[in-house]
């Protein structure tokens, strides 16, 4: 079979809004290495957009989930429980930083866990409504993409958007927006938009995924919990993409020590299987009556006992010990490369743990981004065996999300790939 026959049908048959950035078909994955269907070997730098902490098709998890398999694959929570779900949510419940009692409830996608949240927090609050930040990234499901801030590819054309949804700017020192200027902007929207005794809840992503790795200050998560806790507002942490031991903690927001009402979880918690959840302080989950949440697939089996594999694992093979280590290989690398006058283009190194990323520039004094050249890297670095993925509002940033499982020559082998491939495309444009 040919990438370019599969690449033909799939252009004849799938709408283009499902975009793909790699125009190959995959054939076979093991940890952090894929091959395609015409058995071309890649690096996966980008774990299925943040889903394979624990790397493709880890034996353990193919393990469980096969032996589940022989037992039974679907019941309906709803109509019949299992002990999977339930050891999975105490499990979490005792993982998540809240500082009071959790329950945990699951669903299949980080979109489904957003939405559920919203539910949740209204149905606590009895408010309506919702504030989220710009540049943030919830989903794509209607009420998700309104609280999405980035329009282009996301939410063009698809409005209206449910009403209540509030934006104020996330704090980006590196793009000239303080902490003050967000609080002067959430102070300007009580004023003019909507009284604080009528917020349900404030949404943010302790780092900014999508919106291109922008990590939340500290000091500002710290003032934003007593702001919502002064309003009675509710503090969601979506760490769909920060969670399950990217940053060296369980939950990115843990770093900060600020103790959010509920979190979202999604991607890495069940090791590709699909399976999102909502953990929060139980006087807030237990707000909503019987039959008010759920979905018929919501915490299938297979995935449950896939999460609580992953979360083994994770102890086991001392992934957030793992995750400082990568962490710390990348951001060394990237900086020397920084440093050195051939890449005037690389404009900022940052990362917490393994969720490391970097600006690509016109040139460093300005820090103007450079989506072109950015775009030029991750397809360079597909010629090239390695697969990256770009994110950020200016579309300028190259986000790095290996395996937290990968093998130390495949993880410097990637990262010599991003060099070779860099001096390959900057020289071109140079
Ligand atoms: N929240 C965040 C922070 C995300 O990064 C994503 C996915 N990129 C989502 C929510 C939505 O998750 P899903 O695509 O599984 O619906």
Same mark, same amino acid.
């Given at each position: 079979?040919?990438?370019? @026959?599969?690449?033909?049908?799939?252009?004849?048959?799938?709408?283009?809004g499902?975009?793909?950035?790699?125009?190959?078909?995959?054939?076979?994955?093991?940890?952090?290495?894929?091959w395609?269907?015409?058995?071309?070997?890649?690096? @996966?730098?980008? =774990?299925?957009?943040?889903?394979l902490n624990? =790397?493709?098709?880890?034996?353990?998890?193919?393990?469980?989930?096969?032996?589940?398999?022989?037992?039974?694959?679907?019941?309906?929570?709803?109509?019949?429980?299992?002990?999977?779900?339930?050891?999975?949510?105490?499990?979490?419940?005792?993982?998540?930083?809240?500082?009071e009692?959790?329950?945990?409830i699951?669903f299949?996608?980080g979109?489904?866990?957003?939405?559920?949240?919203?539910?949740?927090?209204?149905?606590? *609050?009895?408010? /309506?409504?919702?504030?989220?930040?710009?540049? =943030?990234?919830? =989903?794509?499901?209607?009420?998700?993409?309104?609280?999405?801030?980035?329009?282009?590819?996301?939410?063009?054309?698809?409005g209206?958007?449910?009403?209540?949804? $509030?934006?104020?700017?996330?704090?980006?020192?590196?793009?000239?927006?303080?902490?003050?200027?967000?609080?002067?902007?959430?102070?300007?929207?009580?004023?003019?938009?909507v009284?604080?005794?009528?917020?349900?809840?404030?949404?943010?992503?302790?780092?900014?995924?999508?919106?291109?790795? $922008?990590?939340?200050?500290?000091?500002?998560?710290?003032?934003?919990r007593?702001?919502? *806790?002064?309003y009675?507002?509710?503090?969601?942490?979506?760490?769909?993409?920060?969670?399950?031991?990217?940053?060296?903690?369980?939950?990115?927001?843990?770093? !900060?020590?600020?103790?959010? @009402?509920?979190?979202?979880?999604?991607?890495?918690?069940?090791?590709?299987?699909?399976? /999102?959840?909502?953990?929060?302080? /139980?006087?807030?989950?237990?707000?909503?009556?019987?039959?008010?949440?759920g979905?018929t697939?919501?915490?299938?089996?297979l995935?449950?006992?896939?999460?609580?594999?992953?979360? @083994?694992?994770?102890?086991?093979?001392?992934?957030?010990?793992?995750?400082?280590?990568?962490?710390?290989?990348?951001?060394?690398?990237l900086?020397?490369?920084?440093?050195?006058?051939?890449?005037?283009?690389?404009?900022?190194?940052?990362?917490?743990?393994?969720?490391?990323?970097?600006?690509?520039?016109?040139?460093?004094?300005?820090?103007?981004?450079?989506?072109?050249?950015?775009?030029?890297?991750? /397809?360079?670095?597909?010629?090239?065996?390695?697969?990256?993925? !770009?994110?950020g *509002? $200016?579309?300028?940033?190259?986000?790095?999300?290996?395996p937290? *499982?990968?093998?130390?020559?495949?993880?410097?082998?990637?990262?010599?790939?991003?060099?070779?491939?860099?001096?390959?495309?900057f020289?071109?444009?140079?």
């Amino acid at each position: 079979m040919l990438n370019q @026959d599969l690449l033909k049908r799939r252009t004849q048959s799938v709408p283009r809004g499902v975009a793909t950035i790699a125009p190959v078909f995959v054939a076979k994955a093991k940890n952090s290495e894929i091959w395609d269907v015409e058995g071309k070997r890649y690096i @996966d730098f980008a =774990g299925g957009i943040a889903v394979l902490n624990t =790397g493709h098709s880890h034996p353990k998890i193919i393990d469980a989930v096969s032996k589940q398999l022989q037992n039974y694959n679907h019941t309906a929570f709803q109509v019949i429980g299992y002990e999977s779900y339930i050891t999975l949510a105490e499990k979490l419940n005792q993982l998540a930083p809240t500082g009071e009692n959790n329950k945990t409830i699951f669903f299949s996608t980080g979109a489904e866990a957003l939405e559920n949240s919203i539910k949740i927090a209204r149905a606590a *609050t009895k408010r /309506s409504a919702i504030i989220a930040f710009t540049g =943030g990234f919830h =989903g794509r499901t209607m009420m998700t993409l309104a609280m999405t801030g980035k329009i282009v590819p996301y939410k063009s054309g698809f409005g209206p958007f449910p009403a209540e949804v $509030y934006h104020i700017p996330f704090p980006n020192k590196l793009h000239n927006v303080a902490e003050e200027d967000s609080f002067k902007a959430l102070e300007s929207l009580f004023k003019t938009d909507v009284e604080p005794s009528r917020v349900a809840a404030i949404v943010i992503e302790p780092i900014q995924g999508e919106g291109g790795f $922008y990590i939340a200050p500290f000091n500002f998560l710290k003032q934003l919990r007593d702001l919502c *806790t002064h309003y009675g507002i509710l503090l969601i942490a979506d760490e769909v993409q920060s969670g399950i031991a990217r940053t060296g903690k369980m939950f990115a927001i843990e770093h !900060s020590k600020v103790k959010p @009402d509920l979190i979202t979880v999604a991607k890495s918690l069940a090791g590709g299987f699909p399976l /999102s959840a909502v953990v929060g302080k /139980s006087k807030i989950m237990d707000q909503v009556e019987p039959g008010g949440l759920g979905g018929t697939y919501a915490g299938n089996p297979l995935a449950c006992v896939a999460g609580l594999t992953v979360l @083994d694992i994770i102890q086991e093979e001392k992934l957030l010990e793992r995750a400082q280590i990568i962490g710390k290989k990348m951001t060394d690398f990237l900086n020397n490369m920084a440093q050195s006058n051939q890449f005037n283009c690389i404009g900022e190194v940052r990362g917490l743990g393994a969720m490391v990323a970097f600006e690509l520039v016109k040139d460093r004094m300005h820090n103007e981004p450079d989506s072109d050249l950015t775009k030029a890297l991750v /397809s360079q670095a597909l010629k090239n065996n390695l697969i990256i993925l !770009s994110c950020g *509002t $200016y579309g300028n940033v190259i986000r790095l999300l290996m395996p937290l *499982t990968i093998q130390d020559e495949l993880l410097v082998e990637g990262l010599e790939t991003i060099k070779s491939s860099l001096e390959q495309v900057f020289n071109v444009k140079n």
